[in-house]
Nanobody, 123 residues
Framework: QVQLVESGGGLVQAGGSLRLSCAAS????????MGWFRQAPGKEREFVAA????????YYADSVKGRFTISRDNAKNTVYLQMNSLKPEDTAVYYC????????????????WGQGTQVTVSS
């Protein structure tokens, strides 16, 4: 089992940047593929990005491709989401997720979730 804690959210102007972090408990972090999802008010949770167990493979939603970068540091048990060129439509609660066997964009496949961190982008 793994526990996930997100941090780094906040208020930023359009065009600005933020870096989210997700710290995982336990000693088997590298056994989990990791994903970032987001949920805006009144909308369903949507996929943002995923990174494979070793970090060698990444996958992005079209809406963030070229602006966001997912990475992981297995020595620090942490996954990151660098968000550049932020837009008001990026405003949402951002969640990290982990799964031992699944690497992809389907939220229902991830077994473990953090509590979320709010990102607000003003125009």
């Amino acid at each position: 089992q793994v526990q996930l804690v997100e941090s780094g959210g906040g208020l930023v102007q359009a065009g600005g940047s933020l870096r989210l972090s997700c710290a995982a408990s336990g000693r088997t972090f590298s056994s989990y593929a990791m994903g970032w999802f987001r949920q805006a008010p009144g909308k369903e949770r949507e996929f943002v990005a995923a990174v494979s167990w070793s970090g060698g493979s990444t996958y992005y939603a079209d809406s963030v491709k070229g602006r966001f970068t997912i990475s992981r540091d297995n020595a620090k048990n942490t996954v990151y989401l660098q968000m550049n060129s932020l837009k008001p439509e990026d405003t949402a609660v951002y969640y990290c997720a982990a799964d031992r066997t699944y690497y992809g964009s389907s939220s229902s496949e991830y077994d473990y979730w953090g509590q979320g961190t709010q990102v607000t982008v003003s125009s």
